[in-house]
Nanobody, 117 residues
Framework: QVQLAESGGGLVQDGGSLRLSCAAS????????MGWFRQVPGNQREVVAY???????YYADSVKGRFTISRDNAKNLVDLQMNSLGPGDTGVYYC???????????WGQGTQVTVSS
């Protein structure tokens, strides 16, 4: 099965930017959707953004206009460009891939993003 590896997390100041990258161990072209999720302690994992094989994208209201998801099927990469970061963006970010629904999809180990105020 596909392995997903996230990178690019870290500590950034309020208003800063980070770019997360998700590298897949095999072709992602067959997945219906690739996405990024965020989880903070005590809360459920929530969707941040996803991109379908058609190229259509979805963004959570809280990140619209600040985050951009992109997908490179040739390189098996999914990136998340995050701008104008705020403390509310802090959490562990997970990359995911699915053929149908997220619950039956594949998940990376996560990368920590911390935004300091």
């Amino acid at each position: 099965q596909v392995q997903l590896a996230e990178s690019g997390g870290g500590l950034v100041q309020d208003g800063g930017s980070l770019r997360l990258s998700c590298a897949a161990s095999e072709s992602i072209s067959g997945f219906n959707a690739m996405g990024w999720f965020r989880q903070v302690p005590g809360n459920q994992r929530e969707v941040v953004a996803y991109i379908r094989s058609s190229g259509n994208t979805y963004y959570a209201d809280s990140v619209k206009g600040r985050f951009t998801i992109s997908r490179d099927n040739a390189k098996n990469l999914v990136d998340l460009q995050m701008n104008s970061l705020g403390p509310g963006d802090t959490g562990v970010y997970y990359c995911a891939a699915t053929y149908s629904v997220w619950n039956s999809g594949y998940w990376g180990q996560g990368t920590q993003v911390t935004v300091s105020s």
